[in-house]
């Protein structure tokens, strides 16, 4: 069984500020792990995924996530927030490759301030 | 790419009345589809894995008889809300996997009044 916990539902920086949301994982096989972002009625973008190549995996949009077997983390972070950066942010863990379906974080909300 | 599209992307309808909502994969073949279910401010929710040729297999708690899932083709994936209620109000998003990564169509907020 595999399941996903987004620690704070709502975080709130400031823009230029460091963000930093968090993941935390539990899978009994060695996880597949993915950050979407989702905008207002609309559906998921991918950021980035973990597929058991490199621990730092870098994305889209200047995110980057690592990913921590000792802490099963795999938390997204990104040096400066841009007001465009203001959405819902959602973790995903599964078992294998595309054919595998997600289970998904309850999601973080992340708004940036002027 | 890897285009994914639902149809449509908005609809209201009547309590009782049935509802067909298109997902296709535009630009690959699709051997595995899913339909996933959320809710205002949640999460997504899986609800049906659904392979080119093959019955759905629904997750727990899914009511087959009231979500029809139809994968006829391997570009096309079809949900049919039946006898729809307005507790089946929800935001609908499928994805499509050509096998190595899923990719999600951009969903359909169905309203039932």
């Known amino acids: 069984a595999q399941s996903v916990t987004q620690l704070g539902s709502h975080v709130s920086v400031s823009e230029g500020a460091l963000v930093l949301l968090r993941c935390n994982y539990s899978?009994?096989?060695?996880?597949?792990l993915f950050w979407y972002v989702q905008y207002p009625n609309q559906g998921l973008q991918l950021l980035l995924k973990y597929t058991s190549a490199a621990t730092l995996v870098k994305g889209i949009n200047g995110f980057e996530a690592e990913f921590k077997k000792s802490e099963t983390s795999f938390h997204l972070t990104k040096p400066s927030a841009h007001m465009s950066d203001a959405a819902e942010y959602f973790c995903a863990v599964s078992a294998g490759g595309g054919n595998t379906p997600l289970v998904f974080g309850k999601g973080t909300r992340l708004s940036v301030i002027a | 790419g890897a285009v994914v599209s639902q149809h449509p992307s908005r609809v209201i309808c009547k309590s009782g009345t049935s509802v067909k909502i298109e997902c296709r994969s535009l630009d690959f073949q699709a051997t595995t589809m899913f339909w996933y279910r959320q809710f205002p401010k949640q999460s997504l929710m899986l609800m049906a894995t659904s392979n080119e040729g093959s019955k759905a297999t629904y997750e727990q708690g899914v009511e087959k008889d009231k979500f029809l899932i139809n994968h006829a083709s391997l570009t096309l994936s079809t949900l049919t809300v039946t006898s729809a209620h307005p507790e089946d109000s929800s935001f609908y998003i499928c994805?499509?996997?050509?096998?190595?990564?899923?990719?999600f169509g951009p969903g359909t907020r169905l309203t039932v009044l």
């Open positions: 899978s009994s096989v060695p996880p597949y």
């Open positions: 994805s499509a996997s050509p096998g190595n990564e899923q990719f």
